[in-house]
DNA sequence: CGTAGATATTTTAAGCTTAAAATAATTCGG
DNA sequence: CCGAATTATTTTAAGCTTAAAATATCTACG
């Protein structure tokens, strides 16, 4: 979460990159002399323009509604399960641990917004679901949530909108490949701290 | 933080958005009957997005070079300031709370990586600046981070990366400019919890 | 000079988050 | 049916994060 972060910061010379690099772009993977200044350049900016939203949201959630960013996350997978969801079908859908779902969970049930029950049928698994204050209250929230981001891309045409949303995309597919492609490789632990390497 | 997260899940019918909206788009929005449906769906997948890369470098910086994510981004900061900055610019430059970089400083300097000292001319800041066992330890990440960035998004074309570039600095213009025609709007507070109002 | 307001930082309390280890229950192959 | 491997969840320890209150210092203005 920075905003000129995570740029390399190395100050090499570029390659000459930029335009009328596609055909070098293969050969210079290959040989692991990669530049990766654009690709760094658009991961700054990706990355500032989520945490612009995402501290917008999160404030307008404080200030008119008293709730976090993660309560209303859980509460709008909830809303979308009619059945109510496990917690592990949680976790997996907003992307964070399970722990860091149990802890949530105990939280809003304690507020009153949520309620597990033991799932039918495997007695290691809770259904977790929107009580009808749960429900109500989200009902509210996700309207003005709706009005928040219709704001904040309020100057987007559509067309830009529908621009983003395939390059976008394109832009998933290819870090979900990639990151597929890094599971399952051993780390190579060079360490910056100080602690018995026990290698 | 989440996948399917945030996209209002109202459910209400569509009132013929996507295409030929262009010259309804103004009216709808005056009239406040604002549909949004596209520019949530186009917050999720930005989210959805980042939240992958991050969570990639995340685990990437753990695994190779024990260091968690929000000090690499500290350092990066600070690698690009020559002269070091302050508590403050940190901040600003990382948009996280001041308190948030007290800590983070602190246990960067125990590790032996940041150094602070007291700022000519102003007893209240400290600058805050690499040591050379910091500066050796970031060069390194930095790179590899490079490649991971470079490799999360290898699938795209450079003409994709521009295009990228150019709407995500429009998103980003029109969030900022969202966020602060809400600067100082005072709340209409709906509150979910039970906790006796004040008003 | 003196003080009111602004700025820089720290402290506090609460909550979020993760990775890893521990429990518990299920499934699957013999 | 048994035990090994898998899956679901919780627990633990450490660290991250925020908003708000508290300190300390500085700046400007009279």
Redesign the pocket.
């Known amino acids: 979460?920075s905003d000129e972060t995570r740029n390399g910061g190395t100050g090499r010379p570029s390659a000459g990159a930029d335009t009328a690099s596609i055909l070098l772009d293969a050969e210079t993977r290959l040989h692991g002399g990669g530049d990766h200044r654009s690709e760094l350049r658009l991961w700054l900016r990706l990355l500032t323009l989520t945490?612009l939203i995402e501290?917008e949201i999160?404030?307008h959630l404080?200030?008119e509604f008293d709730?976090?960013?993660?309560?209303f996350?859980l509460m709008a997978q909830l809303e979308k399960a009619a059945e109510g969801l496990?917690?592990?079908?949680?976790?997996r859908r907003?992307?964070?641990?399970?722990?860091?779902?149990?802890?949530?969970?105990?939280?809003l049930v304690q507020d009153g917004l949520v309620e597990?029950r033991p799932?039918p049928?495997?007695?290691?698994?809770?259904?977790?679901s929107l009580t009808p204050a749960g429900r109500a209250g989200f009902e509210a929230m996700a309207h003005a949530h709706g009005d928040w981001v219709g704001d904040l891309f309020s100057d987007l045409t559509p067309v830009d909108i529908e621009a983003l949303m395939v390059l976008l995309a394109r832009a998933k597919a290819s870090a979900r490949t990639s990151a597929q492609r890094q599971e399952g490789v051993s780390a190579t632990s060079h360490k910056l701290s100080k602690e018995p390497s026990n290698v």
């Open positions: 979460m945490n501290s999160r404030s404080r200030a709730v976090t960013l993660p309560r996350d496990t917690l592990g079908e949680l976790s907003m992307m964070v641990s399970a722990g860091n779902v149990t802890g949530l969970v105990e939280r597990r799932a049928g495997d007695r290691r698994s809770a259904l977790v």
